[in-house]
């Protein structure tokens, strides 16, 4: 028989709504002041949204004698939203522990990439792998993410560099968003890296007039459904020119504009992103005081991602300029063969040491505010009555502890549910 509702998670230590006020994103203020409900539960029901959250003694008595599918006893643990991760490129064969001694050894990552390494060397294996090959590299990655607490991933195609390959991967992307329970906002990548052989422009024209209309009518016909667009615009990729033509095209098929920038070197991607409309521009650890301005005005998400600039051994992204400055900061993994981590709390834990954000800013970077640049935080990235029943069980008293324990998400993870469900 069927119960009234799907889940009850009742008695928690900690309950952390993140906003209560149907907020779309949050910005500095905002993210200092989380909504927290002490002891309290959440009711999930059986369309997997949130039916209500609240005080614990007040969800008992609203709800007594209605049935739950599973009710869970959360005395001693924390609830907080599922993790949301603003930037990942999942998909590809061929990984790359070799370019990681040679980077510590001293070599850039443009040293490595001009060497025909890099992404070229992604993109040669990725081109020659079977669709099912990557599919199963795919659901592996995504479910090494969902352990680690992530619910909602964007997922980036980007090692093909040419229709076939690039449409692979897309595919390859659909696929498994609908075979498994977790979240994927797909992104198409083409202008990664200007293919061996071609020049800048060649490349722009083939993403332009041959792969863009391609994608299209894959859209159209419903074979593949696409989020977002993306650039890798830096010195020696693509010039802000190639970028600002092919962000317009995306921009035109009603893709959300979400791209790479001002990574490492100042190009003005910010201010580019800001005219254009753009929903996130990720890296930015060389933006301008102008960047920063242009994009909090124009509401352009910066996603930052520590891993990245970890491992290169870059100058840490701005973030508290940012934070400062109006902007809405969001978090990523970076996931990729290059910056080798599955785990939104490592990451978030990297962004407090390092870019000196709080545990709230980072937590709030980290839901709400990444589903914003997926253009979904009226689904996604906090517990609010209606939105998507995503949530994680943590077995510590204060929910600080997932950041605080670095690399202890493992055991601190109890549940990770989705749409209601425990997966
Ligand atoms: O975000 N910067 C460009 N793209 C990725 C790296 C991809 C790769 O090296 O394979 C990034 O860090
Ligand atoms: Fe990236």
Same mark, same amino acid.
């Given at each position: ?20 006020s ?11 002041k989380?909504v927290?409900?002490?002891n ?6 059986r369309?997997g ?19 739950f599918?599973k ?6 643990m ?15 064969d061929g ?6 001694? $040679?980077?510590?050894?001293?070599a850039?990552?443009m040293d ?6 890099g992404?070229?060397?992604?993109v ?13 590299g795919? @659901?592996?990655?995504?479910?090494r $993410?969902?352990?680690?607490? #992530? ?31 977790m ?13 061996r ?21 894959? @859209?159209?016909s419903?074979?593949i459904?696409v989020d977002n ?7 020696g ?11 317009q ?6 893709l ?23 929903l996130?521009?990720s ?16 509401r ?9 600039a ?10 508290r ?22 785990? @939104? ?11 000196? $954000? ?8 980290a #839901? ?7 253009g ?34 493992g ?9 209601g469900?425990?997966?």
């Amino acid at each position: 028989m069927a119960h009234d509702f799907r889940l009850l998670v009742k008695n928690a230590s900690q309950v952390v709504l993140i906003c209560s006020s149907g907020e779309k994103f949050l910005t500095k203020e905002g993210m200092e002041k989380l909504v927290i409900i002490e002891n309290g539960s959440v009711v999930i029901g059986r369309d997997g949204l949130i039916a209500a959250v609240g005080p614990a003694d007040a969800i008992e008595l609203q709800f007594r004698g209605a049935s739950f599918d599973k009710v869970l006893d959360a005395a001693g643990m924390c609830i907080i939203p599922g993790l949301v991760d603003a930037h990942t490129h999942p998909v590809w064969d061929g990984d790359r522990v070799h370019e990681f001694s $040679m980077k510590l050894a001293g070599a850039t990552y443009m040293d490595v990439h001009r060497a025909g390494g890099g992404i070229h060397f992604t993109v040669e294996h990725t081109r020659r792998a079977s669709a099912e090959r990557l599919t199963s590299g795919l @659901m592996g990655r995504l479910r090494r $993410m969902l352990r680690a607490g #992530t619910t909602l991933a964007e997922c980036k195609s980007g090692y093909g560099l040419d229709a076939r390959a690039e449409l692979k991967m897309l595919r390859v992307i659909e696929d498994v968003r609908r075979a498994l329970p977790m979240g994927v906002s797909a992104t198409y990548c083409g202008a990664h890296a200007v293919p061996r052989g071609k020049s800048m422009a060649e490349a722009t024209r083939d993403v332009v007039d041959v792969q863009l209309p391609l994608l299209q009518k894959k @859209m159209s016909s419903g074979e593949i459904h696409v989020d977002n667009i993306d650039v890798f615009c830096e010195e020696g990729v693509f010039d802000l020119d190639s970028t600002r033509t092919i962000l317009q095209a995306g921009k035109r098929m009603g893709l959300n504009i979400n791209f790479h920038g001002d990574e490492l070197h100042p190009m003005n991607a910010a201010q580019l992103g800001a005219e254009l409309g753009a929903l996130a521009i990720s890296h930015l650890e060389e933006v301008t005081d102008e960047g920063i301005a242009a994009m909090a005005t124009a509401r352009t998400a910066a996603v930052l991602l520590p891993t990245t600039a970890y491992i290169l051994r870059l100058k840490s992204p701005r973030a508290r300029d940012m934070l400062e400055g109006g902007v809405i900061v969001a978090l990523g993994s970076d996931f990729n063969p290059n910056a080798y981590c599955c785990s @939104m709390p490592i990451v978030m834990h990297m962004a407090c040491v390092n870019m000196k $954000m709080t545990l709230n800013e980072a937590l709030a970077a980290a #839901t709400i505010n990444a589903a914003y640049t997926l253009g979904l935080s009226h689904t996604h990235g906090s517990l609010e009555p209606g939105k998507q029943g995503d949530l994680l069980i943590i077995s510590a008293p204060r929910w600080e502890h997932l950041i605080y324990q670095l690399g202890g998400h493992g055991e601190l993870i109890q549940y990770v549910i989705i749409k209601g469900s425990v997966v």
